[in-house]
Nanobody, 119 residues
Framework: QVQLVESGGGLVQAGGSLRLTCAASESPFSIDTIGWYRQAPGKQRELVAEISSGDTTTYEDSVKGRFTISRDHAKNTVYLQMNSLKPEDTAVYYC?????????????WGQGTQVTVSS
């Protein structure tokens, strides 16, 4: 069973930066995509950024130019560098690893890490 461990959340003032880390305990199959999601109180979980097996990245419009997703293949680890944080970025952030073992797909979630941005 793959375990995803997240770290790096916390309280930061608007304009500040945080770096989230998500490490997978193992990689039993090929990784299809890795994503960072967030869920604010009273809102649905939304995709913030994702990175493909070929390291192609995509971002939700509101974080473009401020957030950067990257990964260390050897360490089964993904990062989310968050700069110029805004109060509306406040949420619980979750990482998601989607593995491919054709024709099956398996996805795993981290436990979530709280990010709070004060104004």
């Amino acid at each position: 069973q793959v375990q995803l461990v997240e770290s790096g959340g916390g309280l930061v003032q608007a304009g500040g930066s945080l770096r989230l880390t998500c490490a997978a305990s193992e990689s039993p199959f090929s990784i299809d995509t890795i994503g960072w999601y967030r869920q604010a109180p009273g809102k649905q979980r939304e995709l913030v950024a994702e990175i493909s097996s070929g390291d192609t990245t995509t971002y939700e419009d509101s974080v473009k130019g401020r957030f950067t997703i990257s990964r260390d293949h050897a360490k089964n680890t993904v990062y989310l560098q968050m700069n110029s944080l805004k109060p509306e970025d406040t949420a619980v952030y979750y990482c998601n690893f989607l593995y491919s073992d054709y024709p099956y797909m398996y996805d795993y979630w981290g436990q979530g890490t709280q990010v709070t941005v004060s104004s």
